[in-house]
């Protein structure tokens, strides 16, 4: 499985952009780069998945270059709900390979 | 359905009393896993399920930890004679095979051994 670095903590205002980046350098050509948030005293939330390019949803963006080394999760305008810890996997789609969950990003968000 | 379940929410045990945890995955997910996660890490794999199989087991599932499932709808998992490193939360995911890095986890069931 690929190994991924992410900051370990993050802080931003209400309102701004929350740009997080994860670095991935040996991709797989059959992996995929998955985003879960996980809240306090809660389980992760799976919130977006890609592959190539750009994948956007009602909560976030997901932004990897062609090279795919890295991706880059985007939160727009975040409020004191988004604080949470946010963590990148990189694995394949589907398959046997379970979920590897490194450390995380904490975000926290500041009114 | 509205998502995975777990019960208990919390569990106090004294050292050496044995647990049972159970998780009701989402009703058309085949596959069902088991995670623990301690303060300030990620969930770390214990074990994964489809239907009523057994696919997986992590090396950190000692003899003392068993899981089943046996109709292939919701699991339990056991751990004998609790020892304090057991404390932590132990969180149950479901999800299709064919999407099986999609995942949709349940609130965690605590475990505090004494």
């Known amino acids: 499985l690929a190994k991924t670095t992410q900051p370990i903590s993050m802080d931003s205002y209400e309102g701004q952009e929350v740009n997080i980046t994860c670095s991935h350098n040996?991709?797989?050509?059959?992996?995929?780069i998955t985003w879960y948030q996980q809240f306090p005293s809660q389980g992760p939330r799976f919130i977006i998945q890609?592959?190539?390019t750009k994948v956007t949803n009602e909560v976030a963006s997901l932004f990897i270059p062609a090279d795919r080394k890295s991706s880059t999760l985007s939160l727009p305008r975040v409020s004191l709900s988004d604080t949470a810890v946010y963590y990148c996997?990189?694995?394949?789609?589907?398959?046997?390979?379970?979920?590897?969950f490194g450390k995380g990003t904490r975000l926290s968000v500041i009114a | 359905d509205t998502g995975v379940s777990q019960n208990p929410r919390h569990k106090i045990t004294k050292r050496g009393q044995n647990v049972t945890f159970r998780c009701d995955p989402i009703?058309?997910?085949?596959?069902l896993y088991w995670y623990r996660q301690t303060l300030g890490q990620g969930p770390e794999f214990l074990t994964y399920?489809?239907?009523?199989?057994?696919?997986?087991k992590s090396r950190l599932l000692s003899d003392r930890f068993s899981a089943e499932r046996p109709k292939g709808s919701f699991s339990t998992l056991e751990i004998q004679r609790t020892e304090q490193g057991d404390s932590a939360m132990y969180l149950c995911?479901?999800?299709?095979?064919?999407?099986?890095?999609?995942?949709?986890f349940g609130p965690g069931t605590r475990l505090t051994v004494t």
């Open positions: 995911a479901s999800s299709l095979a064919q999407t099986s890095y999609e995942q949709y």
């Open positions: 009703s058309e997910h085949n596959r």
């Open positions: 399920f489809q239907n009523e199989a057994q696919l997986e």
């Open positions: 890609g592959y190539k």
């Open positions: 040996n991709i797989a050509t059959n992996d995929y």
């Open positions: 996997l990189v694995g394949p789609y589907s398959g046997n390979t379970p979920l590897v």
